[in-house]
Nanobody
């Protein structure tokens, strides 16, 4: 099991940027595909982005494509989500998740380990 802690959330105006970090402990994330999900108030948790464990292949939700970038530093056991051109509809709690193995997934059920989340609020 890998423990995940998100940070970097906060309040930002529309059009601004934030960089979320997900620090892992317990196991090296080099064996894991990593994902970011988000949950807005009153809504289900949705897929945002994911990255393959070694070669950096990525996948994004259509709603964030071209604005968000997921990356990883296996030496630091950390995954990042750079969020640019933020919109009020990006307001949500953002969660980091880990999935052991090679295959990417956009499905919440495929991830075994989750962080507690970090709040991102985008004001108009």
């Amino acid at each position: 099991q890998v423990q995940l802690v998100e940070s970097g959330g906060g309040l930002v105006q529309a059009g601004g940027s934030l960089r979320l970090s997900c620090s892992a402990s317990g196991r090296t994330i080099s064996n894991y595909a990593m994902g970011w999900f988000r949950q807005a108030p009153g809504k289900e948790r949705d897929f945002v982005a994911c990255i393959r464990r070694s070669v950096g292949i990525t996948n994004y939700a259509d709603s964030v494509k071209g604005r968000f970038t997921i990356s990883r530093d296996n030496a630091k056991n950390t995954v990042y989500l750079q969020m640019n051109s933020l919109k009020p509809e990006d307001t949500a709690v953002y969660y980091c998740a880990a999935r052991e193995g090679l295959v990417l997934s956009t499905m919440e059920k495929d991830y075994e380990d989750w962080g507690q989340g970090t709040q991102v609020t985008v004001s108009s």
